[in-house]
């Protein structure tokens, strides 16, 4: 089982910024990918930005410039820092970890609860 723990999310006014957090734990024997999901009412969840165990990042196109994934391996960790941010950012983010399981073979996609971000004019 892996469990996924975020922070950081809130309300904010027009071009500000916040930064998110989302900590793994569990019987983790490793983690291809962390990332970050979000969805807004009445919208379908859209990928906003991940990272790879090797670092390689890839970001949304509607995010690109202002936001910037990063991770902590140790901590098993990863952070988006959101800047500029829009009122069409506000939606629940959620947190995904694509990891194996210590004692099992196959790579699975674990989840967060999501936390919400509301963006004011």
């Known amino acids: 089982q892996v469990q996924l723990v975020e922070s950081g999310g809130g309300l904010v006014q027009a071009g500000g910024s916040l930064r998110l957090s989302c900590a793994a734990s569990?019987?983790?024997?490793?983690?291809?990918?962390m990332g970050w999901y979000r969805q807004a009412p009445g919208k379908q969840r859209e990928l906003v930005a991940y990272i790879t165990g090797a670092g390689s990042t890839n970001y949304a196109d509607s995010v690109k410039g202002r936001f910037t994934i990063s991770r902590d391996n140790a901590k098993n960790t990863v952070y988006l820092q959101m800047n500029n941010l829009k009122p069409e950012d506000t939606a629940v983010y959620y947190c995904?970890?694509?990891?194996?399981?210590?004692?099992?073979?196959?790579?699975?996609?674990?989840w967060g609860q999501g936390t919400q971000v509301t963006v004011s004019s």
């Open positions: 569990g019987s983790i024997f490793s983690i291809n990918s």
């Open positions: 995904n970890c694509n990891a194996r399981i210590t004692g099992w073979g196959t790579d699975r996609n674990y």
